[in-house]
């Protein structure tokens, strides 16, 4: 499984923008970059996904580098409702069917300050 | 639309008991995937079933632990005798056939304490 990288933890304010990185130096051609997030309590839960272009939903938005070999996960305006534990994540595309496991690791904490 | 449900969400029993754990996917997903959470530990894959067949079972600790999907609907998860470092939570998931861009659905996690 191709590894990514982040921050042990991140700290930011209410209202404010985030910039979440992930470095993913060894990520294939074909490998799909999610990022899923933990708040307390609860199991993940998808935020967003991308293969090479950026992309935007409600959550947030996905910046991902031109050589793919990192990402940014943007949340536009922080709530304390987004403190949890962010998973930035590789899954490799299959031709058919039969779509892999996700594979997590540390991720990266996020503490939002009133 | 029902989310992924999980049940009980809490189960406290002692080594050498055996518990059972039950998902309930989302109508209509035929993958569902086990994980667990272990204390102070990252979310560890345990198996994934497409419809009722275990297409990867590699992350499955020991033989304490069947995984079943009859009829490829609900699922659930027996460990047989519980051991102390079983305690944790376990997620189950869910999604559609894809190719591995679609999303995984979660549940709030078992969470379960041997004694």
């Known amino acids: 499984d191709a590894k990514t990288t982040q921050p042990n933890s991140m700290e930011s304010n209410e209202e404010e923008p985030v910039h979440l990185p992930c470095n993913h130096s060894?990520?294939?051609?074909?490998?799909?970059i999610h990022w899923y997030r933990q708040l307390p309590s609860q199991g993940p839960e998808y935020v967003i996904h991308?293969?090479?272009s950026n992309v935007n939903n409600r959550m947030a938005s996905l910046a991902i580098a031109e050589d793919r070999k990192s990402s940014t996960l943007i949340l536009h305006r922080a709530t304390l409702r987004d403190a949890a534990v962010y998973y930035c994540?590789?899954?490799?595309?299959?031709?058919?069917?039969?779509?892999?496991?996700?594979?997590f690791g540390q991720g990266t904490r996020l503490t939002i300050n009133p | 639309e029902a989310g992924v449900t999980q049940f009980p969400s809490h189960s406290v029993i002692e080594k050498g008991q055996t518990v059972t754990l039950r998902c309930d996917p989302i109508?209509?997903?035929?993958?569902l995937y086990w994980y667990r959470r272990v204390m102070g530990k990252e979310i560890k894959f345990l198996l994934h079933?497409?419809?009722?067949?275990?297409?990867?079972e590699s992350g499955m600790p020991n033989n304490r632990f069947l995984a079943e999907r009859t009829g490829g609907t609900y699922s659930t998860l027996k460990v047989q005798p519980a051991e102390l470092e079983d305690s944790g939570v376990y997620f189950c998931?869910?999604?559609?056939?894809?190719?591995?861009?679609?999303?995984?659905?979660f549940g709030s996690g078992t969470q379960l304490s041997v004694l």
């Open positions: 998931a869910s999604s559609q056939v894809g190719t591995g861009g679609e999303k995984l659905f």
């Open positions: 991308g293969l090479t």
């Open positions: 994540i590789l899954r490799p595309f299959v031709s058919l069917q039969g779509a892999q496991k996700l594979v």
């Open positions: 079933f497409v419809k009722e067949s275990k297409q990867d």
């Open positions: 060894t990520i294939s051609g074909t490998d799909y």
């Open positions: 109508s209509g997903h035929d993958n």
